[in-house]
């Protein structure tokens, strides 16, 4: 019943179980590193990454499409686990490191507006972007 409540209320319940799906991503991976030095993280871990494949199902159930599902979450993720491991785990991102978020971002952006570049017409990808 929740699940159908939440499927049924429209693109912004989309983003926001996308956003969600992501959120608990992020936090999964994390908190995985984490467990390195305390075993006792682990079921959190189980927990949060149920989640956001429980997350990123009723996102496609609710009709987004696969690839911009996908990519978003992928590419998401990675920028996110990236930049907060710094303060978080005191690791280091290289130059060439951060040049690799903003092609993901670059990348995010170009498969969510579902343009291209050799005919130049947007796909449904843009159009679902617009609903």
């Known amino acids: ?13 989309k983003w926001l179980m996308l956003v969600g799906a992501i959120a608990a991503d992020v936090a999964g991976t994390l908190i995985l590193r984490a467990s390195v030095d305390q075993v006792a993280w682990l079921p959190a871990v189980v927990v949060l ?3 956001t494949f429980a997350m990123i199902g009723l996102t496609l159930r609710s009709g987004a499409n696969l690839g911009v599902v996908y ?34 971002i670059v990348g995010v952006v170009l498969v ?17 972007i617009l609903d």
């Open 1 to 13: 019943m929740v699940a159908q409540w939440i499927v049924g209320n429209g693109s912004l319940s």
């Open 49 to 51: 990454y149920a989640t």
């Open 71 to 104: 990519g978003i979450w992928g590419a998401a993720g990675v920028a996110f686990v990236a930049l907060l491991a710094v303060p978080l785990f005191n690791e280091r991102l290289s130059s060439a490191a951060l040049a690799g978020i903003v092609v993901i």
């Open 112 to 128: 969510q507006s579902g343009a291209t570049i050799a005919t130049g017409q947007a796909t449904s990808a843009s159009k679902e």
